[in-house]
């Protein structure tokens, strides 16, 4: 990696990549690309690029995991070899298994699960690239991943993290940020409900940089909503105006 | 009491449809006498039911309906089917032979085997229990000959067309037996393999476009053109 920056904010008030402290970096978010999954998404958000396939509901293996009241959810986080500057082991980290449950929680929530007792739903997740906030893109792609795969849902899931670089509270953290900024914020956020689902932090923050994070974290969340379901309509919408012209 | 879409307009899960006096139909669930959309999905309105018809979804199965299943397992006592759906059916020998079932005499692999694909009917389901079928009934029984496609389960009714419109137009076009199963899977049977290949274009094409407008119209052209070509190619 190259040498650390001195300072994360120039005198300007923009970050090392140039954003102001309340902007997103560029998403794109894609949807049923995995042909071979009942259900997938894509995004790329910054350098973060990030698949999501979900499989099910389908029967549960082995058996006696089945739950005789509700759908099991099973989440697997795994980030490839080459998605880091050094090689990462392809075997599940301490990290990766933490975060897969931290996935799971945060999109429980947003599942119908007692639809469909005795079954159960997969959801892959492989980090292609990583550039910090890989957890809050994991959860925006699986959410639209659950979406395309017709699971009913109450709401999509989106996250997104603010933080504190040097001493502003910052929109979207990136990897340098993450590292050498002071304190880390992810949300996710069931917009329509105004329902938070998952909510951590990490580092030192006063009470109200804490509230004023959250709320930042909050605003991002709903840009990417906007654009969450903008990508689920697009499939069926470009069908439309081709067919109807 | 407003609503927020207007019909045939796409919503995607979270989606506030519709408030106050409304009933809430399928695919959507009420929160704070709210109704909001748990599919990606069109909406729809028939008098106060609010609905959301999906774009995708699974089978669930439902007592009396006629499937096309696939035989995945044959047991000591029956076969297991494979119904594109989240539950796997069973299906017992005493509903496939005419006679008392003696598992000391039969041999199930020679009545139904691995891969297999049968015409169904299911004879109970429920939250607690996986579905049963039967096929003893007249239709119903193994497939020997045609081809599959597999479309999303909730456009099968679209398939179907208004008072069956869609479906007699397809076999009155192509001359081939169709039959639907309502976990979405279909069967053609046809002629010759151009007709069965033809009703089956037809078909992908209704799956892929079912949310548009004027579509029986666009199918009858496309069968219409296709047939006229054929019919060139035999003159030559």
Known sequence: MSEKPEKLIDKKGLRLDGRKPDQLRPIKLEVGIIPNADGSAYIEHGKNKIWAGVYGPRE?????????????????YHMAPFSVQERKSP??????????????????????LEYYPRTMIDVFIEVLQAD????????????????????????????????????TIVLDLMDEEDKLGKADVPVALMPNLNAVTLLQMDGKLTHEEFESAVNLAIDGC???YDMQKEALKAKYVNIKEEAEE | MPTFFEPKQVVTPGDLIAEGEYIAGENTYVEDKKIYA???????????????????????????????????????NGWTIDLNSPYQAFLRPSDVLSRPFKPQKDELSQVLDLGDLIVAKVTSYDRTHDPQLTVAEPGL?????????????TKVPRIIGRKGSMISMIKEHTGCQIILGLNGVILITGRTLEDEQLALTAIRKIEEESHTSGLTDRITQMLKEEKSKEEEKKDE
Request: net charge positive.
């Open chain 2, 38 to 76: 748990s599919r990606t999905g069109l909406v729809e309105y028939d008098n106060k039911h609010v609905n959301v018809v999906a774009l995708k979804a699974f089978y669930i199965p439902r007592v009396g309906d006629t499937v096309i299943g696939t035989v995945v397992e044959v047991g000591f």
């Open chain 1, 91 to 112: 075997a599940p980290s301490r990290r990766e298994i933490e975060l897969s449950k931290v996935i799971r929680e945060s999109l429980e929530p947003s599942i119908f």
């Open chain 2, 141 to 153: 029984g193994k497939i020997t000959r045609g081809q599959i496609v597999k479309v999303t389960p």
């Open chain 1, 60 to 76: 549960v293996h082995p058996k006696h995991l089945a739950l005789q009241d509700r759908t099991v959810l099973k989440c697997r």
């Open chain 1, 132 to 167: 910090g906030g890989t957890r809050c893109a994991s959860i925006t792609a699986a959410s639209l991943a659950l979406a395309d795969a017709g699971i009913p849902m109450r709401d999509l899931v989106v996250a997104c993290a603010a933080g504190k670089a040097d001493d």
């Open chain 1, 222 to 224: 709903r840009k990417i």
